[in-house]
């Protein structure tokens, strides 16, 4: 959590960045990155916002005391979040109301302090320029 939490710190000093590839965001619909649903770059405020907003997953997410062999066997959602080469992903399952989530190289399942309302809000906003 604290990986992505710095990245998106980075991100938000590098601001003015010009080199709208330095920051990018995928989601991915389905376990094994099957589909591809969204690519964003920084090449504008709003798309460096949008990519914020997404990033705001972790944050004041709480670890579960789950298992993680009991997360979902196949998870909703893959986001990758790249900044300057350096790729954070989490793994992302819808629960009911709740939005859980891991990080592929650690063993906690935490979840995040956002609504499935409003993550489902921010997936479907239109990108407009």
């Known amino acids: 959590m604290k990986k992505l939490l710095s ?8 601001g003015g960045c ?3 590839n330095s920051l990018q965001l995928d989601l ?12 964003l770059n920084a090449s504008n405020h709003k798309n460096r916002q949008r990519i914020e907003e997404f990033a ?15 997360f979902a066997y196949y998870p909703d959602y893959i986001l990758e979040i790249t900044q300057n080469g350096r790729k ?20 906690v399942v935490y979840r995040s302090s956002m609504a499935v309302a409003d993550f489902k809000k921010l997936l479907h906003k239109l990108a407009t320029r």
């Open 28 to 39: 991915y619909q389905g376990f094994g990155q099957n589909m591809k649903l969204l690519h």
């Open 88 to 107: 954070e992903s989490i793994v992302l399952d819808i629960n009911g109301e709740f939005l859980d989530f891991y990080y592929p190289d650690q063993q």
């Open 18 to 20: 010009s080199v709208p």
């Open 56 to 70: 705001s997953i972790v944050e004041g997410a709480e670890p579960l005391e789950k298992d993680i062999g009991l």
């Open 7 to 14: 990245l998106l710190l980075l991100a938000l000093t590098l």
